[in-house]
């Protein structure tokens, strides 16, 4: 059975700091891009960063300087560290894993996602 569960969300002050994780299980996490995605209330859930197999990442560009993705293929996890966060953070996070090859995808998994809230 595939899981992945995202923890690290919550309520911080604008400027501060969070550091999302996801936990995967019941996948071969290291062929797996990983994603974060979030949805702010009454938006559409949009891309926020991605970590390829070998570890090459990419960032929405409202996000870049702010934050980093990374992964443990070890502990089968991947990280979000968010910095300088402002009220327009607010969203509930997700983590994808998604295995392509080539335009084929041929496994997408989402969590349930969690929630983080920054006050002005």
């Known amino acids: 059975q595939v899981q992945l569960v995202e923890s690290g969300g919550g309520l911080v002050q604008a400027g501060g700091s969070l550091r999302l994780s996801c936990a995967a299980s019941?996948?071969?996490?290291?062929?797996?891009?990983m994603d974060w995605y979030r949805q702010a209330p009454g938006k559409q859930r949009e891309f926020v960063a991605h970590?390829?197999?070998?570890?090459?990442?990419n960032y929405t560009d409202s996000v870049k300087g702010r934050f980093t993705i990374s992964r443990d293929n070890a502990k089968k996890t991947v990280n979000l560290q968010m910095n300088s966060l402002s009220p327009e953070d607010t969203a509930v996070y997700y983590c994808?894993?998604?295995?392509?090859?080539?335009?084929?995808?041929?496994?997408?998994?989402w969590g349930l996602g969690t929630q983080v809230t920054v006050s002005s």
């Open positions: 019941g996948i071969a996490f290291s062929i797996f891009a």
């Open positions: 994808n894993a998604r295995w392509s090859r080539g335009p084929a995808i041929l496994a997408d998994y």
């Open positions: 970590i390829t197999s070998g570890g090459n990442t």
